[in-house]
């Protein structure tokens, strides 16, 4: 946690106390991001239901960094005990989308089938500001990692498409809270080495300009060097 900074302080941030936040978490990294106009923070994570019954991917809220809202949990069918056995995937990757006015929205990657690839993106959207979603349901299918941003109402969400032998990076946007999608391929005929740990970069500015940091395999050696879109 740091205290905001302006201008006159260069910008440099103060570090303050730590502050618990919650210790739900069990299997997906967390996600921190601020609301771009509100300043308030969105905290997602994958959360315990009742006794262990479910792992959730879930989302906190706060306006100070010390006290947060109630877990806001976006699916309920996800199988704690399924991830153990291992019967299915675990919940990763679960991310925050700022839409208009007061609409966000959640994405997350999970699936049924244990260690298995492609594994399939959801998405659930929430009119409240993240106090209550709608239903998730599938918008996509990624060989890796994913990422995402949104800028004015816009999201977009970097992942891998093609097969198990060959693969592009891939943008998919959208206007409309996901309810329609346009996907471009952004590696052109870059080589991608297999990846299931780490995603790329993505930003998107207020203009709609998506960049992308990414790493490519040199041709000429085993080795990965980074590309800048």
Known sequence: MVNPTSQEEGYIPVKSNFEDVTGA???????????????????????????????????LRSDDGISWSRTTRADLHISASDIASPRATGPDDIQV??????????????????????????????????????????????WGPINSASANGSFSIVYRVGTEDEQQLAVATTVDNGQTWQTAIASSDMILAFEADKGPGISMSPDGTIDLVFYVQDSTSEECVMNVE
């Open 97 to 142: 989308l700022f839409g208009k006015e007061n609409n966000i929205s959640l994405i997350w990657v999970w699936d049924s089938e244990p260690w298995g690839w492609p594994r399939t993106v959801w998405m659930a959207n929430s009119m409240d500001g993240g106090q209550t979603f709608g239903e998730p349901t599938p918008i996509l299918e990624t």
């Open 25 to 59: 978490q069990v299997y997906a990294s967390p996600w921190l991001r601020a609301h771009p106009k509100t300043g308030e923070l969105f905290l997602t994570l994958d959360a315990q239901e009742g006794d262990m019954l479910y792992v959730t991917p879930s989302l």
